[in-house]
């Protein structure tokens, strides 16, 4: 099966090998770290990455809405890897937005700022999602307001590292229908609430309950989501989002409340 990789990585390949032929995975990690960007390279990357948050944006957007009906069905463990991985993709976006992009060569994971000469660094982690996500806070300690304050003393992306692993590695079953220790209190909530008003919560949340253990799983990729479409609509970004996705990600969040939808999907904010 052919994978159809981001462009910034189909360019970074190409700086390395151009038409020479030469095998990417036989390019030394020094001409990696050695090299800068030209402006040009650099304008290029910027755009490649500018093209490259729609597809992050929409992932993270559908991992989200994809939470909502397995909540209110009590699928506990669908939900907590769908949060997750909305969180991951989000980053993804955020960081495209910024002019950073994340790099694969082989085992090895990099980033650079996609700016006259900036080197190719090394990602303090190797697996893509927590290189990435390491790589975030590295970057936006003193700006991602998720980044200013804790969760039982590790960041709230670590948290959701963590509650995503239990779920997937740790734990020998799924307790579907009974709901996680860190779900327990959401859970009860959207018994008693609704699903659309437990979400409003979130939204609404002057950044205290992404940082209470009781709520974080759910008010992290909430603010965490929010926190990108800002951040897109700052930088004055334009998404090529088809209507086809749009149309599929209305249709799913119609439970929710109109302060919610226009919070989370970028173009009810037009």
Known sequence: ??????????????????????????????????????????????????????????????????????????????????????????????????????????????????????????????????????????????????????IDGIDVYQWMMRRREEVNYKDMDFHDPDAPDFWSELNNEICRYGISAVVDKMVNDHWLYCFQDEYAILGVPTKRLVLTVDEIHKFGKVLNISNEKKELIDTMSNILSENSVRALELWKRD
């Open 1 to 150: 099966m052919s994978i159809n990789k981001s462009g910034s990585q189909v360019y970074f390949e190409g700086m390395f090998i151009g038409s020479s032929g030469f095998p990417f995975r036989q390019i030394s990690k020094a001409q990696y770290e050695q090299t800068s960007l030209t402006k040009q390279q650099a304008d290029d990357m910027a755009q490649l990455l500018g093209d490259e948050i729609a597809s992050y944006y929409y992932k993270a957007l559908l991992s989200y809405i994809e939470s909502i009906p397995a909540l209110t069905n009590k699928l506990f463990s669908w939900a907590t890897v769908r949060l997750y991985y909305s969180v991951f993709y989000a980053i993804k976006a955020y960081l495209a937005c910024n002019n950073i992009a994340i790099l694969r060569a082989e085992r090895r994971l990099y980033y650079v700022k996609a700016k006259e000469g900036e080197f190719f660094k090394r990602c303090d982690d190797t697996t893509d999602h927590k290189g990435t996500i390491l790589t975030l806070c590295k970057l936006f300690k003193n700006s991602d307001l998720l980044l200013s304050n804790n």
